[in-house]
């Protein structure tokens, strides 16, 4: 089985992206961890779209999408929303198929350094769920990030996190 992963960050030191990585690290099967900064375009709107077309890297994103068996995707929380990397990638890839992830099964994660744990993007995210073709097996909102992972080592330090991102995980196999 081949997993997508990534964090919807551009942050060189996205906590979403630690935590994406170590979950895909954990799964031990055929995982991509994807850069968001690979896939950087101009700021989407209907009048470039008309002039410039569709930006390659959106094709490519989709593409890796459609190569994937599953997705393990890590939602960042800016003002309670998605990051606007991530909404911008999202915006140009809808263009080429609004159903971006196409029916792939999924784990959707999230975390801030509050308690929060990024609720509020990993809700949005499930809400729209239907609408973009991503079939969630399972998610999970992890609070005060700097409190329950440790950097240097990339892993959780809460046994009972750990156990609910187990779980999770183990929804997608």
């Known amino acids: 089985m081949k997993i997508l992963a990534f964090a919807a960050s551009n942050s060189s030191n996205s906590i979403n992206k630690a935590l994406v990585t170590s979950a ?3 799964i031990g099967n055929d995982v991509e961890v994807l850069d968001l900064n690979d896939y950087e375009m101009p700021i989407y709107s209907q009048d ?3 002039a410039d077309g569709i930006p390659a890297q959106a094709q490519q994103f989709y593409d890796k999408i459609g190569q994937a068996d599953a997705l393990l995707i890590s939602f960042a929380e ?3 929303n998605f990051t606007a990397a991530y909404k911008n990638l999202f915006d140009w890839t809808s263009r080429l198929n609004q159903q971006v992830y196409q029916g ?3 784990v959707l994660l999230a975390t801030s350094p509050g308690p929060g744990g990024a609720g ?3 809700g949005i ?3 729209a769920a239907p609408y973009v073709g991503l079939d969630v097996k399972a998610s999970l909102s992890i609070p005060s990030f700097y409190d329950n992972f440790d ?3 990339g892993q959780l330090t809460n046994d009972e996190i750990q156990a609910q991102l187990d ?3 183990a929804s997608l196999t």
Do not use: D, F
């Open 24 to 26: 895909a690290a954990a």
């Open 48 to 50: 470039r779209e008309q």
């Open 78 to 80: 800016h003002n309670g």
């Open 104 to 106: 792939k099964p999924a």
């Open 120 to 122: 509020s993007a990993l």
């Open 125 to 127: 995210a499930k809400g």
């Open 151 to 153: 950097l240097q080592n």
């Open 167 to 169: 779980t999770a995980l």
